[in-house]
């Protein structure tokens, strides 16, 4: 705890396939001891990252550590969904004594951080900081922006540019509210790359943020923890592109859950998730699938036209090996091309 008393909170926020989960996972394994909770919040229907949490094989960190809040936007229903899940966790016997908190990746974080003002946890619980986890190779593609050299051009001329781009503005809203920014996947970059993204980030803030590189979420948990930021007084730092709750959703991008039958290979596997993630306003996919003859459980994630995939665990006992991916997209993706790549 603070020296207030106050449970200290990390909100972990980022976009779709940045690596938040991976971050969240290393922070647990390397926690020297510490009683954390997660707190995950999922675009779509299918608890995919929570299921990857719970089951991580940490001491100390088993399903009734996690929380998951599928099927919403964590920023907007903190009345609904988040306070009272954040309470369970309090009213604990053994509270935790730091709190994760992942959102999805299309959620915006400042809504959340006003949520720590509310009376029923004002006086329990502190935003410790706000970790803005951002994918190297996607800025460097220029994905959330349709042109990056001239949008740095007009906010470097006018620092109240507006974006059109839905998918500029949410990752802009991350960027802001952060007080820490994980700059992931940097492996992946080329030098000047990584030089060029560093400079994009940093076009985005505005204050003094510091910026780590980072390969497959490989974070120190003493840098990451412990910021002491108390993020919920410091609002006015903070600005947005949706400065109120009721003006923020999530009309631009859906969901879909696809049931997938088991491949021959993992590689066949991954080739029609690679096929599928070509169409166009595919953003996202990711789940749990099988193979034939294997034992093992395949997981699969794709973001843009990169694809990885590993077996975490065996099937269990009466667990049928069905094949599940999650497809986020803009709205009105072609669902059904989609659907056709990954049945191959």
């Known amino acids: 705890m603070t020296v207030l008393n106050k449970i200290p909170c990390t909100i972990v926020t980022g976009f779709l396939g940045a690596g938040k989960t991976t971050l969240v996972r290393h922070a647990i394994a390397h926690n020297d001891g510490r009683r954390l909770a997660i707190i995950v919040n999922e675009f779509g229907d299918v608890g995919f990252d929570g299921a990857l949490l719970a089951e991580c094989g940490v001491p100390g960190c088993d399903a009734g550590s996690v929380v998951e809040l599928p099927n919403g936007c964590i920023c907007c229903t903190v009345?609904?969904?988040?306070?009272?899940?954040?309470?369970?966790?309090?009213?604990?016997?053994?509270?935790?004594?730091?709190?994760?908190?992942?959102?999805?990746?299309?959620?915006?974080?400042?809504?959340?951080?006003?949520?720590?003002?509310?009376?029923?946890?004002?006086?329990?619980?502190?935003?410790?900081?706000?970790?803005?986890?951002?994918?190297?190779?996607?800025?460097?593609?220029?994905?959330?922006?349709?042109?990056?050299?001239?949008?740095?051009?007009?906010?470097?001329?006018?620092?109240?540019?507006?974006?059109?781009?839905?998918?500029?503005?949410?990752?802009?809203?991350?960027?802001?509210?952060?007080?820490?920014?994980?700059?992931?996947?940097?492996?992946?970059?080329?030098?000047?790359?990584?030089?060029?993204?560093?400079?994009?980030?940093?076009?985005?803030?505005?204050?003094?943020?510091?910026v780590v590189e980072t390969a497959?979420?490989?974070?120190?948990?003493?840098?990451?923890?412990?910021?002491?930021?108390?993020?919920?007084?410091?609002?006015?730092?903070?600005?947005?592109?949706?400065?109120?709750?009721?003006?923020?959703?999530?009309?631009?991008?859906?969901?879909?859950?696809?049931?997938?039958?088991?491949?021959?290979?993992?590689?066949?596997?991954?080739?029609?998730?690679?096929?599928?993630?070509?169409?166009?306003g595919v953003l996202r996919i990711k789940g749990f699938c099988a193979v034939r003859d294997k034992p093992m459980r395949l997981v699969v994630q794709g973001v843009g036209r990169r694809v990885a995939h590993h077996y975490d665990r065996p099937w269990r006992p009466g667990e049928h090996p069905d094949g599940t991916l999650v497809v986020i997209g803009l709205a009105g993706f072609d669902r059904a091309a989609v659907a056709a790549a990954l049945k191959g």
């Open 79 to 210: 009345a609904d969904d988040f306070v009272p899940a954040l309470n369970t966790l309090l009213d604990r016997p053994e509270p935790p004594e730091h709190i994760l908190i992942e959102t999805s990746g299309l959620a915006l974080p400042k809504p959340l951080v006003q949520a720590f003002n509310w009376p029923a946890i004002r006086s329990r619980v502190t935003v410790d900081g706000v970790v803005a986890v951002v994918d190297g190779p996607a800025v460097a593609a220029g994905a959330f922006a349709d042109d990056p050299a001239a949008l740095a051009a007009q906010r470097a001329a006018d620092a109240s540019v507006e974006h059109e781009n839905p998918l500029e503005e949410v990752f802009e809203d991350q960027l802001l509210c952060a007080d820490l920014v994980v700059l992931n996947k940097a492996d992946l970059l080329e030098a000047g790359d990584r030089a060029r993204v560093r400079a994009e980030v940093e076009a985005h803030l505005p204050r003094a943020v510091k």
């Open 216 to 280: 497959h979420g490989a974070l120190d948990p003493r840098v990451l923890l412990g910021l002491g930021a108390a993020a919920e007084s410091d609002l006015a730092s903070r600005p947005s592109h949706h400065e109120i709750e009721a003006d923020h959703d999530h009309d631009d991008f859906e969901s879909v859950a696809l049931p997938v039958p088991p491949a021959g290979s993992a590689d066949d596997l991954a080739a029609r998730v690679g096929r599928a993630a070509e169409v166009a």
